[in-house]
């Protein structure tokens, strides 16, 4: 079959976007005519896609093309984790535009039990399909560059199934990842001859994520020629950062302890001593109104005329320019420590309706999306530190971010004198810190607090169905050994 390489890929995710990943039901889902017949823009044979070293260079790109989708780390899946805590009122009821999560209301035919998993899964499947290509055509392009490639390609597919089990997953620290989990899908499908698998337990996805990271910091570069590469490509302090939110999720504190240290200097002013120099921007407004890939910036989604993402999906537009969610006032915003003088809360106008978060305010919806932030590792390390006792390292750590924003601002003693104290200043800290950029619900679940009720939404306790994603319709019936 003839076909082109980029309605190659589009079929792929096309595919498993219709019905999630099975694809036993993407025909009646999808035009089969239009899918498997694009047009010719320039024609590859399906078997040529490894045949050349730029057209491998272009299957690495579409991995984190697929990552930024509007569906997923470009959009909604960073609003969907933030709406479900408590400091974001919705407005319009738009079911369309995150209010059932914000609700609580989501069941498997959901709009928002879908999107994640949807397109989680084809860039998941992507990954695959690159692994799997390369080690098919080893002399494509050279070892070196073959290591790296497949380094990418096991970050790209640890991150995205942390995104999945960490929405339709039980926490790991309820039971030490016993409980059912999803299904991990670890070889490419082109056909619908493997849709049925059954769910892996929530440890055994959490220790290929491990398995996937610690393989792709091995593989991957210190570094890249720009700071643009080194912001919106994998490399080896990209994964060292991830781990230390993994590890973290996993209530593992003495290994975010020790994936921290490998980027963080063992005093102020904090710095990645290796590979990217990492560190803070003396303003938080740099990372959000002048240079999206200063260093604090570890990775983010980049956004251009030609792929941003804009409506339903995009965060400017949930958060600031059709105010869909205000800021609660009973939430984060009313909190008296956070304080006038800080300069994170520059980043929010009022008007008569309420107050909106405008971190993300490109008059074009092409701000980037952070997905991983120095300032976050700092906050992991301080959290990891606080929870085995090593209080004045996580005081100094968590001053280092509060600080940054609000420089004459000094805890109280009753805030940081113990460990469950200091603990919760610290995740107080991060709902301040990452207003907007999707870690309040993870936050919640990966300590397993209760979701707190907000406006006309009621609490979910760990016990209640409602405290994880339900796994969509589409995967049901696609998926037999569900």
């Known amino acids: 079959m003839k076909t082109t390489y980029k309605g190659l890929f589009k079929t792929y995710i096309l595919r498993l976007s219709c019905m999630a990943v099975g694809l036993s039901t993407v025909l009646t889902a999808c035009d089969e005519k239009e899918l498997l017949n694009p047009l010719p823009e320039t024609s590859v044979q399906a078997d040529l896609v490894f045949s050349t070293p730029s057209r491998v260079l272009g299957q690495v790109n579409g991995l984190y093309k697929a990552l930024k989708h509007g569906n997923f780390l470009g959009g909604r899946y960073l609003m969907l984790n933030d709406i479900r805590g408590e400091d974001f009122l919705n407005r319009l009821n738009n079911i369309f535009t995150g209010y059932d999560a914000w609700n609580h209301t989501i069941n498997s035919g959901s709009n928002d039990a879908l999107t994640t998993w949807s397109s989680a899964y084809a860039t998941i499947n992507l990954s695959n399909l690159l692994i799997d290509g390369l080690a098919a055509n080893p002399d494509v392009v050279t070892a070196e560059l073959k290591a790296q490639y497949i380094a990418e390609a096991k970050f790209v597919r640890a991150l995205s199934y942390y995104s999945l089990i960490t929405f339709y997953g039980q926490p790991y620290i309820k039971d030490q990842g016993a409980s059912a989990g999803i299904p991990l899908r670890l070889s490419g499908q082109m056909t619908s001859d493997n849709n049925g698998l059954q769910k892996s337990t929530v440890a055994e996805v959490y220790t290929q994520i491990l398995k996937d990271l610690d393989e792709a910091e091995a593989g991957l570069p210190l570094s890249y020629s720009s700071a643009l590469l080194n912001t919106t490509r994998a490399h080896k302090n990209t994964a060292i950062a991830l781990k230390t939110r993994v590890y973290l999720t996993m209530g593992m504190n003495d290994k975010v302890i020790q994936e921290a240290q490998k980027i963080v200097s063992p005093a102020a002013p904090y710095r990645a001593s290796a590979g990217v120099a990492h560190q803070l921007q003396p303003s938080i407004l740099t990372i959000f109104r002048s240079d999206y890939t200063s260093t604090e910036s570890i990775f983010s989604m980049p956004m251009a005329a030609l792929d941003y993402v804009s409506g339903q999906s995009s965060l400017g537009y949930e958060f ?163």
């Open 320 to 482: 600031n320019t059709n105010q869909e969610y205000s800021l609660n006032p009973q939430g984060i915003f009313g909190n008296a420590t956070w304080r006038s003088t800080d300069e994170r809360k520059t980043m929010v106008r009022t008007n008569s309706s309420g107050t909106y978060l405008t971190k993300y305010m490109h008059p074009n919806f092409l701000d980037y999306i952070p997905v991983l932030r120095y300032a976050e590792v700092l906050l992991n390390y301080a959290e990891a530190a606080a929870k085995t006792g090593n209080l004045a390292k996580a005081t100094e750590l968590l001053s280092a971010v509060r600080k940054r924003s609000d420089s004459a601002y000094t805890f109280p003693a009753s805030a940081i004198s113990t460990s469950e104290a200091l603990v919760s200043t610290i995740l107080l800290e991060r709902r301040i810190e990452f207003l907007g950029e999707g870690l309040r619900s993870n936050d919640i679940l990966r300590n397993l607090l209760t979701i707190p009720a907000k406006g006309t939404a009621p609490s979910i306790s760990p016990e209640q169905p409602e405290y994880i994603f339900p796994i969509p319709n589409a995967e049901i019936s696609a998926n037999n050994s569900l």
